[in-house]
Protein backbone atom coordinates (compact mmCIF):
# COMPACT_ATOMS: atom_id res chain seq x y z
CA UNK A 1 0.00 0.00 0.00
CA UNK A 2 1.04 3.49 -0.87
CA UNK A 3 1.20 6.45 1.24
CA UNK A 4 -1.57 8.32 -0.27
CA UNK A 5 -3.89 4.67 0.57
CA UNK A 6 -2.76 5.14 4.12
CA UNK A 7 -3.72 8.56 4.41
CA UNK A 8 -7.07 7.76 2.09
CA UNK A 9 -7.87 5.20 5.19
CA UNK A 10 -6.92 7.25 7.62
CA UNK A 11 -8.80 10.18 6.35
CA UNK A 12 -11.90 8.01 5.43
CA UNK A 13 -11.37 6.04 8.86
CA UNK A 14 -11.92 9.46 10.91
CA UNK A 15 -14.93 10.41 8.79
CA UNK A 16 -16.97 7.25 9.04
CA UNK A 17 -15.54 6.68 13.01
CA UNK A 18 -16.70 11.06 13.84
CA UNK A 19 -20.12 9.74 12.23
CA UNK A 20 -20.62 6.73 13.72
CA UNK A 21 -19.86 8.39 17.34
CA UNK A 22 -21.89 10.87 16.54
CA UNK A 23 -25.24 8.65 16.27
CA UNK A 24 -24.25 7.24 19.36
CA UNK A 25 -25.89 9.24 22.32
CA UNK A 26 -24.10 10.09 25.39
CA UNK A 27 -20.13 11.06 25.60
CA UNK A 28 -17.89 7.96 24.53
CA UNK A 29 -14.53 7.72 26.73
CA UNK A 30 -12.56 6.33 23.88
CA UNK A 31 -9.76 8.60 21.97
CA UNK A 32 -9.59 9.89 18.43
CA UNK A 33 -7.02 6.99 17.50
CA UNK A 34 -9.34 4.40 18.10
CA UNK A 35 -12.20 5.98 16.89
CA UNK A 36 -10.06 6.35 13.79
CA UNK A 37 -9.56 2.44 13.80
CA UNK A 38 -13.14 1.21 14.31
CA UNK A 39 -13.63 3.62 11.21
CA UNK A 40 -11.18 2.65 9.16
CA UNK A 41 -12.33 -1.19 10.45
CA UNK A 42 -15.94 -0.29 9.72
CA UNK A 43 -15.76 0.98 6.48
CA UNK A 44 -13.92 -1.73 5.28
CA UNK A 45 -16.54 -4.10 6.20
CA UNK A 46 -19.67 -2.11 5.36
CA UNK A 47 -18.00 -1.42 1.72
CA UNK A 48 -17.21 -5.53 1.84
CA UNK A 49 -20.99 -5.86 2.87
CA UNK A 50 -22.58 -3.48 0.47
CA UNK A 51 -20.63 -5.30 -2.15
CA UNK A 52 -21.96 -8.73 -1.11
CA UNK A 53 -25.36 -7.01 -1.31
CA UNK A 54 -24.98 -5.42 -4.50
CA UNK A 55 -25.32 -2.16 -3.52
CA UNK A 56 -21.95 -0.76 -3.72
CA UNK A 57 -21.52 1.09 -7.09
CA UNK A 58 -24.55 2.65 -8.10
CA UNK A 59 -25.39 5.79 -9.89
CA UNK A 60 -24.25 9.05 -7.57
CA UNK A 61 -23.57 8.84 -4.22
CA UNK A 62 -23.94 5.27 -2.36
CA UNK A 63 -25.91 6.52 0.32
CA UNK A 64 -26.80 2.97 1.76
CA UNK A 65 -22.84 1.65 1.27
CA UNK A 66 -21.91 4.77 3.84
CA UNK A 67 -24.77 3.80 6.19
CA UNK A 68 -23.57 0.40 6.91
CA UNK A 69 -20.60 1.87 7.59
CA UNK A 70 -21.60 4.22 9.89
CA UNK A 71 -24.26 2.17 11.76
CA UNK A 72 -20.80 -0.58 11.85
CA UNK A 73 -18.85 2.27 12.85
CA UNK A 74 -21.42 3.41 15.62
CA UNK A 75 -21.39 -0.61 16.58
CA UNK A 76 -18.09 -0.58 17.28
CA UNK A 77 -17.63 2.73 19.28
CA UNK A 78 -20.45 1.47 21.35
CA UNK A 79 -18.79 -1.78 22.32
CA UNK A 80 -15.72 -0.12 22.77
CA UNK A 81 -16.84 2.34 25.03
CA UNK A 82 -18.59 -0.40 27.15
CA UNK A 83 -15.62 -2.41 27.08
CA UNK A 84 -13.62 0.43 28.25
CA UNK A 85 -16.12 1.11 30.92
CA UNK A 86 -15.87 -2.51 31.95
CA UNK A 87 -12.51 -1.93 33.38
CA UNK A 88 -12.86 1.18 34.50
Given amino acids: MEITGII ?3 VIGLIIGVLG ?7 Q ?3 VIWTILI ?7 GAAIASALGVSDT ?6 EWLIQ ?5 VG ?3 LDRAKAGHR
Fill in 39 to 45: GIVAALV
Fill in 8 to 10: SAI
Fill in 59 to 64: KGVDWI
Fill in 29 to 31: HIG
Fill in 77 to 79: VTA
Fill in 21 to 27: RLVVPGR
Fill in 70 to 74: IALAA
